[in-house]
T-cell receptor
Framework: DAGVIQSPRHEVTEMGQEVTLRCKPI?????LFWYRQTMMRGLELLIY????????DSGMPEDRFSAKMPNASFSTLKIQPSEPRDSAVYFC??????????????FGPGTRLTVL | LAKTTQPISMDSYEGQEVNITCSHN???????ITWYQQFPSQGPRFIIQ???TKVTNEVASLFIPADRKSSTLSLPRVSLSDTAVYYC??????????????FGSGTQLTVLP
């Protein structure tokens, strides 16, 4: 089992540029989560998909952020335009069907984003 | 919103038992309490989960009092490899929502030789 795959692992960009982060959940999982981690705010849930449909996006900071899940094996988190305060580690996690608790989230290795 | 509060850091020595407490005063009736471990440059990893009373697995125990307003993660006989950040998470996932999943600020546990 390859686990949750995220790409790129590191991204350095300049303010104003568009950034796209990618995630491949574990095969068979039907829930997907995007988190952001910073020193100041800790680990924050940005958005939650279930069966490819966004269910809870209350954590998405603002209109510059958007997330899509076109199919069960792929999701993107896009920031346009990027700002220095978006610098953080972005994690993707997935859960199998029937998960009604919080223990079954499997996290990817994260993407470290630096916006200059 | 079930906000959680944890100590920022703790130090321990190898072989000792470590107890980390998380406060979650506004926990909802259906919320579960989950603890994750995170090493540098890695994503969080599940340790243990509970709803009430006591839960034990091969790596830890979780104690939850009757009012469920706090929980304590107990790590028996820690080793240097247990040095990590430990997060308390309160919430519930269902097909309808992520029920305000809230990670605590995390506790940096440092195990000394």
């Amino acid at each position: 089992d390859a686990g949750v795959i995220q790409s790129p692992r590191h991204e350095v960009t300049e303010m104003g540029q568009e950034v796209t982060l990618r995630c491949k959940p574990i095969s068979g999982h039907n829930s997907l989560f995007w988190y952001r981690q910073t020193m100041m705010r800790g680990l924050e849930l940005l958005i939650y998909f279930n069966n490819n449909v966004p269910i809870d996006d209350s954590g998405m900071p603002e209109d510059r952020f958007s997330a899509k899940m076109p199919n069960a094996s792929f999701s993107t988190l896009k920031i346009q335009p990027s700002e220095p305060r978006d610098s953080a580690v972005y994690f993707c996690a997935s859960s199998p069907p029937g998960a009604r608790r919080t223990d079954t989230q499997y996290f990817g290795p994260g993407t470290r984003l630096t916006v200059l | 919103l079930a906000k959680t509060t944890q100590p920022i850091s703790m130090d321990s020595y190898e072989g000792q038992e470590v107890n980390i407490t998380c406060s979650h005063n506004n926990i909802a009736t259906n919320d579960y309490i989950t603890w994750y471990q995170q090493f540098p440059s890695q994503g969080p990893r599940f340790i243990i989960q509970g709803y009430k009373t006591k839960v034990t697995n091969e790596v830890a125990s979780l104690f939850i009092p009757a009012d469920r307003k706090s929980s304590t993660l107990s790590l028996p006989r820690v080793s240097l490899s247990d040095t990590a950040v430990y997060y308390c998470l309160v919430g519930l996932i269902s097909s309808g929502s992520a029920r305000q999943l809230t990670f605590g600020s995390g506790t940096q546990l440092t195990v000394l030789p």
